[in-house]
């Protein structure tokens, strides 16, 4: 089969090439995909360069979050049939013809998604639930702060946040254009801050009358590791996703967290266990949830936002995209 390979086993975008390489075969409980469209994740670019490694067992092609048309069933896969139209998740290899995903891991495309926006779906959906829903317990009355809001991620955490009903969604972001559109966006934030150039732990403040905000979702670490823990109010959870501006911080004061009774979750979803992923994506809630999402004019109370969609000739300019950050939501590839 084809695949976006990368020469030398990682470097720079201009290493990433379509080559031929072996079509996997489906193993026990897995079911092989033809993919019709892929999507690009910030931990694509940090494996490219070699400092993201696939879990054990996973493909070493890019790509974790695709859509496509089930081609082939392994021994004892019950919940799909060939021809079936799905969206999920894998630990790699979604850069390809062709993926292996453990059945536990797709989801039916709806036919109100195209193949674009379910593939633009796993990653940032599953991501946010996890982080705001699973740790951040996030319930009706909260008041919710998400850093990078125009992220993928960040737009996701915001609807489920509102569509939970959240009293406050505060989000921070760069510019006045994607602050502008974060507030225009049916369940988008209801309060937005610069982080360049505002004081978002004061901004919070004032907008939850000195209360703080009871779950933060980060993905910047370091710089803005003590305005975070000022942001919290008592009995406050922070979600850790990422460490953008590092993963250092120094003379940190331990004793707000002990104060405010603050609860600090690392989270990861890649590493996780087949088991734990699974289980996660079967949930009754997550089910619930992904049911309400639909594309940008959908109608739905949850929707998905592109923006740009790219043939996979095109490869390494949508590497370029996101990593000049030119990108507000989701870059999608589509297997030609």
């Given at each position: 089969?084809?695949?976006?390979?990368?020469?030398?086993?990682?470097?720079?975008?201009?290493?990433?090439?379509?080559?031929?390489?072996?079509?996997?075969?489906?193993?026990?409980?897995?079911?092989?995909?033809?993919?019709?469209?892929?999507?690009?994740?910030?931990?694509?670019?940090?494996?490219?360069?070699?400092?993201?490694?696939?879990?054990?067992?996973?493909?070493?092609?890019?790509?974790?979050?695709?859509?496509?048309?089930?081609?082939?069933?392994?021994?004892?896969?019950?919940?799909?049939?060939?021809?079936?139209?799905?969206?999920?998740?894998?630990?790699?290899?979604?850069?390809?013809?062709?993926?292996?995903?453990?059945?536990?891991?797709?989801?039916?495309?709806?036919?109100?998604?195209?193949?674009?926006?379910?593939?633009?779906?796993?990653?940032?959906?599953?991501?946010?639930?996890?982080?705001?829903?699973?740790?951040?317990?996030?319930?009706?009355?909260?008041?919710?702060?998400?850093?990078?809001?125009?992220?993928?991620?960040?737009?996701?955490?915001?609807?489920i946040?509102?569509?939970?009903?959240?009293?406050?969604?505060?989000?921070?972001?760069?510019?006045t254009?994607?602050?502008?559109?974060?507030?225009?966006?049916?369940?988008?934030?209801?309060?937005?801050?610069?982080?360049?150039?505002?004081?978002?732990?004061?901004?919070?403040?004032?907008?939850?009358?000195?209360?703080?905000?009871?779950v933060?979702?980060?993905?910047?670490?370091?710089?803005?590791?003590?305005?975070?823990?000022?942001?919290?109010?008592?009995?406050?959870?922070?979600?850790?996703?990422?460490?953008?501006?590092?993963?250092?911080?120094?003379?940190?004061?331990?004793?707000?967290?002990?104060h405010?009774?603050?609860?600090?979750?690392?989270?990861?979803?890649?590493?996780?266990?087949?088991?734990y992923?699974?289980?996660?994506?079967?949930?009754?809630?997550?089910?619930?949830?992904?049911?309400?999402?639909?594309?940008?004019?959908?109608?739905?109370?949850?929707?998905?936002?592109?923006?740009?969609?790219?043939?996979?000739?095109?490869?390494?300019?949508?590497?370029?995209?996101?990593?000049?950050?030119?990108?507000?939501?989701?870059?999608?590839?589509e297997?030609?």
């Open positions: 089969m084809r695949a976006v390979l990368i020469k030398d086993g990682q470097g720079p975008i201009e290493n990433l090439y379509i080559g031929e390489t072996d079509k996997p075969v489906p193993t026990r409980g897995e079911v092989l995909v033809k993919i019709v469209a892929f999507g690009i994740n910030r931990l694509d670019h940090y494996q490219r360069q070699g400092s993201y490694p696939p879990p054990p067992g996973a493909s070493s092609i890019l790509g974790v979050e695709f859509s496509g048309r089930v081609a082939e069933l392994g021994e004892g896969v019950t919940r799909w049939a060939v021809g079936d139209e799905v969206f999920g998740l894998v630990g790699g290899g979604a850069y390809a013809e062709f993926v292996n995903c453990d059945e536990g891991l797709l989801l039916k495309k709806p036919d109100h998604l195209s193949w674009v926006e379910a593939a633009s779906i796993p990653e940032c959906y599953i991501t946010a639930y996890q982080a705001l829903v699973k740790y951040g317990e996030v319930k009706k009355g909260d008041h919710v702060l998400v850093h990078a809001g125009a992220s993928g991620v960040g737009i996701a955490a915001i609807q946040a509102r569509e939970s009903g959240a009293a406050t969604v505060t989000a921070t972001a760069s510019t254009e994607k602050l502008n559109w974060l507030r225009s966006i049916p369940n988008g934030a209801t309060h937005t801050v610069n982080y360049r150039t505002e004081d978002f732990a004061a901004e919070v403040k004032k907008m939850t009358n000195g209360k703080g905000v009871d933060v979702i980060d993905f910047v670490g370091q710089s803005h590791w003590a305005k975070n823990i000022e942001s919290l109010a008592i009995d406050g959870r922070m979600t850790m996703l990422a460490t953008l501006s590092g993963s250092e911080v120094p003379s940190v004061d331990l004793s707000p967290i002990l405010k009774r603050l609860r600090i979750q690392g989270s990861t979803l890649r590493s996780r266990s087949l088991q992923q699974t289980e996660l994506i079967a949930s009754s809630s997550f089910r619930d949830m992904i049911d309400k999402v639909t594309g940008a004019n959908g109608g739905g109370p949850l929707r998905t936002y592109i923006h740009r969609v790219y043939p996979w000739t095109e490869i390494q300019s949508a590497h370029h995209e996101m990593a000049d950050n030119k990108n507000s939501v989701k870059i999608i590839v297997v030609q």
